[in-house]
């Protein structure tokens, strides 16, 4: 640690032994624009969710649109997301009015309306 120019490592006991061990600033958290990881560097949590539910309506809008007979498991897998993600952007599609099942679950299709 000396070597290194940092400080010496503490070591304490109570009921159990504890070691801290210092490392170089360098490492420790990285600054981004001058914020910490971690610290709101413009894009709220909401805006992120707002853009990424958009590609992935965008997504399902064009598989839909080359393969109107592709299941929710064949949208998981081409999209990356889980079967229950799927189910959740399609319903939400529904009520919009963007999309509509035709026919029964097996054996129908999917229509995009807009």
Do not use: C
Request: hydrophobic share 30%; glycine share 8%.
């Amino acid at each position: 640690m000396r070597e290194a120019g940092l400080k010496e490592p503490e070591f304490t006991s109570d009921t159990f032994f504890h070691a801290v061990f210092y490392r170089n600033p360098e490492y420790s958290l990285k600054l981004t624009g001058g914020k910490k990881v971690g610290e709101k560097v413009g894009v709220t949590t909401q805006e992120t969710t707002q853009k990424t539910t958009q590609k992935t309506t965008q997504k399902i809008i064009r598989l839909v649109t080359e393969n109107p007979h592709i299941t929710r498991k064949e949208l998981a897998d081409f999209i990356g997301i889980t079967d229950d993600g799927v189910k959740y952007h399609l319903t939400n599609m529904q009520k919009k009015r963007l999309l509509r099942r035709v026919g029964p679950d097996k054996g129908g299709h999917w229509e995009v309306l807009k």
